[in-house]
Every structure is written in structure tokens, then in C-alpha cells.
């Protein structure tokens, strides 16, 4: 082998270790951001906000619609008090999973669990 092939196989080498290095620490950052449980929260069909469940607090969602309570509790949502007669979204309790969202029909609102991929180590 000579001492062009040998370079030509080094600059190669470095590039595939370039290549491999950038994919990696890009498979990092978007495996932490996935790690944020949060919910997204939409009126009358429009995502008005993202919200994390990571950190609990309580809130309002106030709109021409009605009016809601929001509680975060846990990594769970709930809604705990609402405008709306029927009072169907309250009795819906705390959802913490991406499979049923939290819905308030008469006050057309609807708030969808997102990023709960982890779900299954945090449970076991
Ligand atoms: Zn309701």
C-alpha cells in the first residue's frame, strides 16, 4: 500500500467518524427533548398553547367558550372546575397518557397529552 491510498483511507476514516459523531449527539438532543411530557391544548380546533407536565401548577383557560380549571399534578392533568353545565371534562379525571384527551365539548376545548413515549420505563 502506498502513501497515497493510506492518506486517501485516513481522510475516509476521519469522515465516517465525523458522520457518525453528528448523528449521534443529534440522536441525544432529540431523545432529551422527547423526554418532556407536556400537553397540548387546543380551542375550538386551534392549538392555543404547549404546556409541560413537569412542573405542577394550576390554571385557567378562559375564553369566549367558557371558562376551565386546569391542575397539573404530578406529571398528571386535570380538569377541576369548568363553566360548561354538564360537567362531563371534570369527572373525566387526571390523564397522564397520550391515549384519551382531556375534552370539555361545550367549551370546545380539547387537551392532548404529548411526548409520553417514557411512559412504560417510568411506570415499571
Ligand atoms: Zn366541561
Given at each position: 500500500m502506498n502513501d497515497k491510498k493510506l492518506s486517501n483511507l485516513f481522510w475516509i476514516f476521519t469522515f465516517l467518524i465525523i458522520i457518525l459523531l453528528s448523528a449521534f449527539v443529534y440522536f441525544i438532543i432529540q431523545g432529551k427533548s422527547q423526554q418532556g411530557k407536556a400537553v397540548e391544548i387546543y380551542v375550538n380546533g386551534e392549538l392555543i398553547d404547549t404546556v409541560s407536565l413537569e412542573k405542577d401548577r394550576t390554571f385557567f383557560i378562559n375564553n369566549e367558550f367558557g371558562k376551565n380549571e386546569i391542575r397539573i399534578k404530578n406529571q398528571k392533568i386535570s380538569?377541576?372546575?369548568?363553566?360548561?353545565?354538564?360537567k362531563v371534562c371534570i369527572s373525566q379525571g387526571e390523564v397522564h397518557t397520550s391515549t384519551a384527551p382531556l375534552v370539555c365539548v361545550p367549551n370546545k376545548l380539547v387537551i392532548q397529552v404529548i411526548n409520553d413515549e417514557t411512559d412504560v420505563d417510568l411506570t415499571v
Open positions: 380538569i377541576i372546575s369548568a363553566s360548561c353545565e354538564n
